[in-house]
Structures are given as C-alpha cells and as structure tokens.
C-alpha cells in the first residue's frame, strides 16, 4: 500500500517541472532578462531577447524550433 501510494505521489510531482528563467539573451548576450519582462524560448528552454527572436525570424539558432513568448514569473510578495 505505501510503495503504491509513493508511486502516486512521485507521478504527480513529476508532471510539473519549472522553466529555468534564464538572465542572459544566447544570442547577444549583453541584454538583462528580468522572470517578469519579455523574452523568447524553445522548446528546450533556449532563451533570447525580443529584438534577436525577431531577427532570427522567431526560430531557434541552437535547436531550428519555434521560438515563443516565454511566459512570465510575477515577483512574490
């Protein structure tokens, strides 16, 4: 019973997995990426700035996938 309810729980925790909130565009690497102002990733979390995403035409130059809006981490207060 408990092994079975382990599983449960590590299945569960498993599922949610943080984006690392990257500080640095991969691309120029001289603009500061704050968790809560825009920024453009991958599907594996390659990190750029706007003004470069756009550049790029919005494809990743590390990986050739789709660049999107990296949603945003508000501060806690």
Not at 20 to 48: H, K, N, Q, W
């Amino acid at each position: 019973m408990r092994l079975r309810l382990a599983r449960r729980i590590l299945s569960r925790r498993s599922r949610f997995v943080a984006l690392e909130m990257r500080t640095r565009c991969e691309r120029c690497e001289v603009v500061e990426l704050t968790a809560d102002g825009p920024a453009s990733i991958c599907s594996y979390e390659c990190t750029f700035c706007e003004d470069c995403a756009r550049t790029m035409d919005y494809t990743c130059r590390n990986c050739g996938g789709e660049l999107v809006t990296r949603p945003r981490r508000l501060e806690q207060r």
